[in-house]
């Protein structure tokens, strides 16, 4: 498979980690820093519908001047989810990054979170994406 065939299932960290709207900060805050990782899914009744990554936390908990133990994920998170088909190009993921602004997307496959790609996964594979995320670089 070249380059430029690539789909984003092939490139997607397929554990994701989710948690629910009601999920405290603090909850989540400790999750990403055990794992590891930079964001959660959120989800609601076991559908994504969200996003908390550690920035959303840094700014937003920070922001709010709240104890983060009385800040749900619901209140930080970033929302409607967007999403992408594990069947699609990864340089489709790699526009959709660009076209929106952020830096994660999860995947989906039959209304199913079974995935997530990162600016991280798109470049370790296709560094000549890095000209559709950043074009003034």
Known sequence: MTMEMLEVGDIMTPKV???????????????????????????????PVGIVTDRDIALKVTLADRKPSEIKAKEVMSSPLITIEQDAPQERACELMAETGVRRIPVMED??????????????????????????E
Not at 36 to 41: C, E, F, L, T
Not at 111 to 122: C, E, P, Q
């Open 17 to 47: 980690v989710t948690a629910d709207v009601d999920a405290p900060i603090t909850k989540i805050s400790k999750d990403m820093e055990l794992m590891g990782i930079g964001s959660v899914v959120i989800t609601k009744g076991g559908k």
């Open 111 to 136: 209304d199913k979170l079974v995935g997530i790609i990162s600016v991280r996964n798109v470049l370790t594979r296709n560094p000549a994406c890095i000209k559709t995320l950043y074009p003034s």
